[in-house]
């Protein structure tokens, strides 16, 4: 049987190198960026990744007879041939990987009893709200238009990003003018614009978890972005969510590259103005001409660079601070049992509300954690997942979401995971049982069939993600973050860059493009267009 984890445990690595570049971290952004240098140009690319398994948010974790995924709960155009997002996986993954495709209605929501369901296609989901809203057809017409306009702007911004910051300049600000227009406005001020009722706008924005902030904060632009990826309906991994990172390692590895778990970073290693390697918590090191960090910005200029950098670094790295990072989560996984066949549960995920006002609802239980929850996403990996039955029989997994604000478990950071105080500890059960009234009642047949369950917290989070605030989606997706000109693959460290998400977007497919823009500044290539000619 092969291994369920991804990568070569470090101990047992002892490759020298040389290395052509090494990518600190294997989320989906390190581990796309790797095999794109492997396959497009044959690099020899090493991952090292600090937890037991690669993947990132993709990965999967075990208890005797279950098995969830973290973070990947659909991914939208992966199931479309001719897609960019189906063109991606198959130039990364060589065919190894397969997508079960949701059900036509793949998100219903609920908003204090107002109930609609997400179908996918584009017109179909357009006539879906006109029936649900006859009165409100323009304000429909107008956001769809509003979506698509801001779509056709969003490749001359993503150009900016790979181009030298010396090249930049006035081009840049002409390249990224257009998608700036939608993306400095927040996603509440558009939709007042287009004169949606406030039922209306609560539907069109009641999937905001995929992007972590409610309409009152969220930048229009990635609200666009994500709207339009989900348009078409949505996928999840035949095998489960590992099997992303499983199906990219043969592709890194051919070219003679490796990816390796249990191997925490302790530094990037600076000479001068340039990176020329990486020193292990255990002080070996590693050497080669490019260092790719998929840790994050933050983490990147804070905790793995020393001192001695370039002045431009240290201001980059003060600029950062000053972009706000997004909310942690509380996910309660529930592992359910039968006496016989396990029932068939519609694999929709399900999105609830306790009012119409998302911003209100998401700013009470910052303050308070006894306060209602801000939504909860239900997911349901085993029934997404046709192998899941084979595998688990007379099993499912359910997987309950809600926001949660780090400082509301700040004052336990210091403590290590799994030696948590009891206070920490009762505060978790508190808000699991919570979680729990809340899945029996919105999932009945759960009742009565929880064998095992877990929560997750922001410190959870923050210990596997090694992210400093446990958040979601690294920086916030606010209008602040897309003024910003740091977020892009090229750093003021000659050989240093940076990938994922803070470079791209949020979400799996987000992360994957920030490692296209990456790859793309390397190779001073255009690997949009080389993935969608071989696509072809």
Known sequence: MASRFVGTPYKQFHDTGPFDAIV????????GTAALLA??????????????????????????????????????????????????FEYLTEGRLAWNAMPAVYDRVSIDGLCFDYVSGRDHLHDALVRAFPLERYAIDRYFKAVQ???RRLPLYFV????????SGVLGSVLRAPFLRFARRTTGQVLDDLGASRELRAVLTAQWGDYGLPPGQSSFGVHAVIADHYFEGAAYPIGGASRIAASVLPTIERAGGAVVVSAEVDRILIDGTRAIGVRMTDGREFRANAIVSDAGIRTTMDRLLG???????????VRTRSLPATSGHLCLYAGLTFPGAAPTL??????????????RNMSAFDADLDAPFPFLYISFPSAKDPSFETRYPNRHTIEVVTPAPYEQFSRWAG????RRPEAYE???????????????????AASGAVATWELSTPLSTRHFANTPRGEMYGLAHTPSRFESRDLRPHTPIRGLFLTGQDIGLCGVMGALSGAVLTTSAMLRRNMFGEVSKEAR
């Open 24 to 31: 600190v971290g294997s989320g989906i952004g390190g581990m």
């Open 39 to 88: 396959k497009a140009a044959g690099r020899r690319v090493l991952v090292l990744e600090k937890h037991y398994t690669a993947g990132g948010f993709t990965h999967v974790f075990h208890r005797p007879g279950f098995e969830w995924d973290v973070g990947v709960h659909y991914v939208g155009q992966v199931h479309k041939p001719g897609s960019p997002a189906h063109a991606l």
């Open 149 to 151: 306009q801001c779509m």
């Open 160 to 167: 900016e990003k790979s181009l030298p910051r010396l090249l």
């Open 307 to 317: 001192d001695g950098v370039p002045e431009e670094a240290k201001h980059l790295a």
């Open 346 to 359: 519609d694999s929709a995920n399900l999105w609830i509300h306790p009012t119409l006002d998302f911003d």
């Open 415 to 418: 403590s290590d995971w799994k």
């Open 426 to 444: 009762a505060t978790k059960t508190r808000l699991a049982e919570r979680l729990l009234v809340e899945l029996y009642r919105h999932v009945p």
